[in-house]
T-cell receptor
Framework: GEDVEQSLFLSVREGDSSVINCTYT??????LYWYKQEPGAGLQLLTY?????DMKQDQRLTVLLNKKDKHLSLRIADTQTGDSAIYFC?????????FGPGTRLSVLP | DAMVIQNPRYQVTQFGKPVTLSCSQT?????MYWYQQKSSQAPKLLFH???????NEADTPDNFQSRRPNTSFCFLDIRSPGLGDTAMYLC??????????FGQGTRLTVV
């Protein structure tokens, strides 16, 4: 079955770059997504990448996709305290968005 | 402006007392989803509507049901909530398999 894996925790210092990694299993996924969840809130779509792309940049966010290794990463440049949250990677399997377990990003002053 | 609205944001219900959570959308998306998210876990799909077609996940308890009276609204009914149903319930919408937009969630506590 489908499975999405992420490391559970990441700590960075304010101003540094954060890199959150994800591996997925369904090679037929057309889109792969990154969502952000702040405490007590719903999921906010951050960005997505189409499966025929290698990289997508959106302001401070850079998504890299390695289809061969089924590896997706999210880089946040100049990480701020407001970036502290849980980040979920997701692939679409059928009509189901399958989420990874989430990476809790802590930004230290 | 909020595009996927869930009500209420917080709900406390007694063990065994039926409860209904609501979701509305202004995006005119044809797909609506209900996810359950327990503490420190990823969201888990309960079911979704593709247009009027209802799709239940195999491991969704019978206790959970859903209604979609029109494109804009979708309801989650929990017939006899148990303590284990305490969770955040997230509604989402999408157009086909494009990106899903989530509401703010309803935090349900069963006491």
């Amino acid at each position: 079955g489908e499975d999405v894996e992420q490391s559970l925790f990441l700590s960075v210092r304010e101003g540094d770059s954060s890199v959150i990694n994800c591996t997925y299993t369904d090679s037929s996924s057309t889109y792969l997504y990154w969502y952000k969840q702040e405490p007590g809130a719903g999921l906010q779509l951050l960005t997505y990448i189409f499966s025929n792309m290698d990289m997508k940049q959106d302001q401070r966010l850079t998504v890299l996709l390695n289809k061969k290794d089924k590896h997706l990463s999210l880089r946040i440049a100049d990480t701020q305290t407001g970036d502290s949250a849980i980040y979920f990677c997701a692939e679409v399997y059928g009509q189901n968005f399958v989420f990874g377990p989430g990476t809790r990003l802590s930004v230290l002053p | 402006d909020a595009m996927v609205i869930q009500n209420p944001r917080y709900q406390v219900t007694q063990f065994g007392k039926p409860v209904t959570l609501s979701c509305s959308q202004t995006l005119n998306h044809n797909v609506m989803y209900w996810y359950q998210q327990k503490s420190s876990q990823a969201p888990k799909l309960l079911f979704h509507y593709y247009d009027k077609d209802f799709n239940n996940e195999a491991d969704t308890p019978d206790n959970f049901q859903s209604r979609r009276p029109n494109t804009s609204f979708c309801f989650l009914d929990i017939r006899s909530p148990g303590l284990g149903d305490t969770a955040m319930y997230l509604c989402a919408t999408s157009r086909g398999s494009a990106e899903a937009f989530f509401g703010q969630g309803t935090r349900l506590t069963v006491v």
